[in-house]
């Protein structure tokens, strides 16, 4: 139990255009989703966590309208980049929980996304 | 400076043998997650440590929390390829979300 997919695993856009990445938990439904960044041999850097329903928490640094952070439901949340540029290529991986914070629970890793610009 | 330091950056060890990576909090932790990732994937969640002094095994791996609760380590015997891969320790600090650690990358080499 406790799947979570992204798609796509990996994409090639050009600089300028946009793009999407979904994050799905398969198996439960997850009240706070959570969105990481990873450069080449480097740790996770979280950029922002999702309530279903309500606004996204960027951290700081991360521009809110660059990543624009959407959170439709329970077991959806997507990454969309807008105006994509060469610096934004990295590994993007999502993460699903069922806590609402505030005692230690486990967070579900999906599989990641690769994002190259060109 | 980084809230959450892993040491050592990188190990090479031969199968067989045994490693220990440690992960330093800068304060309290409320919890220390550990994962596993392999290059360009996903984390695979290995243990979490919660109260002072505690420890967990699971196979060849076993992980300890330090009484104060800001500093673990794992520790993997007899290691196998295919315990390649990169360690992470994540921390709760009572925020709602975990803060990861700079990551150690373990190669094991026949």
């Known amino acids: 139990g406790a799947v979570v997919s992204q798609h796509p695993s990996w994409v090639i856009c050009k600089s300028g255009t946009s793009v999407k990445i979904e994050c799905r938990s398969l198996?439960?439904?997850?009240?706070?989703m959570f969105w990481y960044r990873q450069f080449p041999k480097q740790s996770l850097m979280l950029m922002a966590t999702?309530?279903?329903?309500?606004?996204?928490?960027?951290e700081q640094g991360v521009e809110k309208d660059k990543f624009l952070i959407n959170h439709a439901s329970l077991t959806l949340s997507t990454l969309t980049v807008t105006s994509a540029h060469p610096e934004d290529s990295s590994f993007y991986i999502c993460?699903?929980?069922?806590?609402?914070?505030?005692?230690?629970?486990?967070?579900?890793f999906g599989p990641g996304t690769r994002l190259t610009v060109t | 400076s980084q809230e959450l330091e892993q040491s050592p950056q990188s190990l090479i060890v031969q199968e067989g043998k045994n490693l220990t990576i440690n992960c330093t909090s800068s304060?309290?932790?409320?919890?220390l997650y550990w994962y596993k990732q392999k290059y360009g994937e996903g984390l695979i969640f290995l243990m979490m440590?919660?109260?002072?002094?505690e420890e967990k095994s699971h196979e060849k791996i076993t992980a300890k929390l330090d009484e104060k609760k800001q500093q673990s380590s794992l520790h993997i015997t007899a290691s196998q390829p295919s315990h390649a891969g990169i360690y992470l320790c994540?921390?709760?600090?009572?925020?709602?979300?975990?803060?990861f650690g700079t990551g150690t990358r373990l190669q094991v080499f026949p």
């Open positions: 993460s699903a929980s069922v806590g609402t914070g505030g005692t230690p629970y486990e967070q579900y």
């Open positions: 198996d439960f439904q997850a009240t706070t």
């Open positions: 999702s309530n279903e329903g309500s606004k996204a928490t960027y």
């Open positions: 304060k309290t932790l409320y919890g």
């Open positions: 440590l919660q109260k002072g002094g």
């Open positions: 994540g921390a709760d600090y009572n925020t709602d979300k975990l803060i």
